[in-house]
């Protein structure tokens, strides 16, 4: 994910991906994520070949697969490749697929471009955001879109362990602004879900929010 600590966070993801989904925290987050991505594919003009960076196990997109030509996974997390095809194949998807492929690193792209790409809380990993803002416009089509779901600005407190975390959050209206500038048109942003968990005796309420843009 490019955040200089490379080996430790591929280590610990790749423990962590048989039961990424079991937090009920997590499980309702990814589905707000999966439904701001899915009314979003819902409103494009076809069916779209779709790209997914940090796609973990799949639980945020691989229900879109019904409603997409191809789904297209990307993890460096050989564990969650793993499980991504695991519960492809459970649920009986045929038009997915999971690659290894570090969009921080990796040089040239490969030739695959597609209508639409996705990145769901992923974005506060990665140090260089205006970088990867770059190469999500390089993978698109003409008229692709653009789908991003992360955490709005916070104390630090969101994550137990704060390695690997490049950003504590975003303000989401400064990430518009960004695309703007870069050539995205249609942007927009909207809060779609809240994280509650528990920290220093109390709950604490972390914001995400979803934002779409179109080449």
């Not at 695959?112 to 260089?128: F, N, P, S, T």
């Not at 916070?154 to 500038?181: K, P």
Request: aromatic residues 6%; proline residues 5%.
């Amino acid at each position: 994910m490019g955040n200089g600590n490379f080996v430790a966070d591929k280590k610990r993801f790749d423990a962590d991906a048989v039961n990424w989904d079991a937090k009920p925290h997590r499980a309702a987050l990814i589905r707000a994520v999966a439904r701001a991505l899915g009314e979003q594919i819902e409103a494009l003009p076809s069916a779209p070949d779709l790209f997914d960076y940090g796609c973990g196990t799949g639980s945020a997109v691989l229900p879109m697969a019904g409603i997409c030509k191809t789904l297209t996974g990307c993890d460096f997390s050989e564990g969650m490749r793993r499980e991504f095809m695991r519960n492809a194949e459970a649920a009986g998807i045929t038009n997915a697929l999971v690659v290894d492929l570090d969009l921080t690193t990796d040089q040239p792209l490969p030739p695959e471009r597609y209508d639409l790409v996705h990145c769901g809380l992923v974005l506060h990993h990665i140090a260089d955001v205006p970088a990867m803002f770059g190469r999500f416009k390089e993978l698109l089509r003409p008229n692709g879109s653009l789908s991003i779901a992360d955490l709005e600005t916070e104390d630090g407190s969101f994550h137990e362990d704060n390695s690997g975390v490049a950003h504590q959050g975003f303000d989401s209206a400064a990430l518009c602004r960004q695309l703007e500038h870069m050539g995205f048109g249609k942007v927009s942003a909207r809060r779609i879900h809240v994280v509650e968990k528990q920290r220093d005796g109390g709950p604490r309420h972390y914001p995400v929010f979803h934002i779409s843009a179109t080449l």
